[in-house]
């Protein structure tokens, strides 16, 4: 890369002077950039064909796309969806058009955060890309199949990066130490917290080990000196994007399976990663419905009343109403059958369509519905024994013979109850239609 006579170097961010000269040099992402990975073998073709980076932040998207083109002899411009517009695009491929017929040689356009073109945009990109007239190389951290327009995302394939380990992390502090020739200041356990503190983003830890190597290199750092130096990079976190989605599937699946301690640890990351309590209240209500239901009733109870409280008294004394309802939600017998029994309802009502009630449930408040029989044969059911007429409620042509069966309870929690009783009307109802 050529510079300035007036540029100092040394005044660029350290993980702009360390960024990778080779794919060789990029840690991480063997998955894609092995010789028989599909971006190395693309490489070593010398042929590109449309591809997008889907990843978090520090990965080496950008890297890597420049490399590819660099090394496959294309030409590289590089836009960002959030400053380009569609004049900007389209003078980018005219440039290109031109470019290929003065010189042949192909232009690879990489837009970084492509998820943040409009639909507009996305669209206009859309022919450039298509015809061969340039490559597309995306950045994007976000799921491609929530934020492309599909069009665009057919024509290219989603190569997907992985958030870098512990030990690719540690290569990257080893490069930053052999560039300023020393090592860290840092004790052992000191090491280890950086690296966690960078969360799997190389770029944020290069800037954390800039900031530690303009220390004086007297006493090493220990991991609570540490801890107050430096700031701990934010959670990756989008609350309207897929990891939202992500970490509430975790936390629903971990109320289901009765662990209280990864629901616990769930909710944490999503309060941490600045999500609305009441997003996680809500959640907990419809497991506690779903996946607790009438097993123990008191677990939807449980939840509004935290939910209620925490609206009262708000962080941070609410996040004991908040651990409070994870844990009963979690630990509470499980059953699903009021839930099923509602979807096979729904089912029922599908097939049947308008299918007359039964006269004898139909309220009759004018002479002329008592003349046409509305109401005539109702059984009050206080007026029988145990307050159970047995009487049919169904539309006729559903009930024929047989009650349909909705709601199975099983035998956890008071569901077992609920179970003895409905057996026991089962019977009863049984006996009243023998009784005529």
Request: glycine content about 6%.
């Amino acid at each position: 890369m050529n510079h300035s006579l007036f540029e100092d170097p040394t005044q660029r961010p350290l993980a702009e002077l360390l960024r990778p000269k080779s794919l060789s040099e990029v840690v991480g992402q063997d998955h894609l950039l092995a010789p028989s990975s599909p971006l190395g073998r693309m490489t070593q073709r010398r042929h590109l064909q449309s591809f997008i980076l889907w990843g978090p932040p520090g990965v080496g998207k950008t890297t890597i796309a420049r490399l590819i083109a660099t090394e496959a002899r294309y030409s590289f411009v590089q836009l960002s969806a959030v400053s380009t517009g569609i004049v900007d695009l389209r003078k980018t491929i005219a440039e290109a058009d031109n470019l290929r017929q003065a010189s042949g040689t192909v232009t690879t356009v990489f837009i970084d955060e492509l998820h943040r073109f409009s639909r507009p945009v996305q669209d206009a990109l859309l022919p450039a890309v298509e015809e061969g007239r340039i490559i597309l190389i995306g950045a994007t951290t976000e799921n491609p199949s929530f934020s492309l327009v599909s069009a665009l995302l057919s024509r290219c394939k989603v190569l997907t990066l992985r958030r870098l380990d512990a030990g690719a992390l540690d290569a990257v502090v080893q490069r930053a130490e052999a560039h300023f020739g020393r090592s860290l200041p840092l004790t052992t356990e000191a090491r280890e917290a950086l690296i966690a503190m960078a969360d799997g983003d190389a770029r944020y830890l290069l800037g954390m080990c800039e900031e530690l190597f303009s220390l004086p290199s007297d006493d090493p750092v220990d991991a609570p000196l540490l801890a107050e130096l430096l700031q701990q990079r934010a959670p990756l976190y989008d609350r309207g994007q897929e990891e939202h989605f992500n970490l509430l599937s975790c936390f629903h699946k971990s109320l289901r399976g009765s662990d209280p301690d990864a629901a616990l640890y769930w909710a944490a990351r999503m309060i941490a990663g600045g999500e609305d309590p009441s997003v996680i209240f809500r959640r907990l209500c419809c497991a506690a419905s779903e996946d607790v239901g009438m097993a123990d009733p008191q677990a939807l109870i449980q939840a509004m009343t935290a939910w209620q409280a925490f609206e009262r008294v708000g962080l941070p004394e609410g996040r004991l109403f908040i651990a409070q309802a994870i844990v009963y939600v979690a630990t509470a017998p499980k059953s699903n059958a009021s839930y099923m029994a509602f979807a096979k309802a729904q089912e029922l009502a599908k097939q049947t369509g308008s299918a007359p009630p039964p006269m004898h449930i139909l309220n009759a408040p004018t002479k002329l519905m008592k003349e046409l029989g509305y109401h005539q044969g109702y059984r009050y059911d206080h007026d029988y024994p145990d307050a159970f007429s047995g009487q049919n409620y169904f539309p006729t042509e559903i009930s024929g013979a047989d009650q349909p069966e909705l709601y199975v309870p099983n035998e956890r929690g008071f569901e077992r109850d609920i179970k003895r009783r409905l057996d026991f009307w089962s019977k009863r109802r049984a006996q009243a239609k023998t009784e005529g």
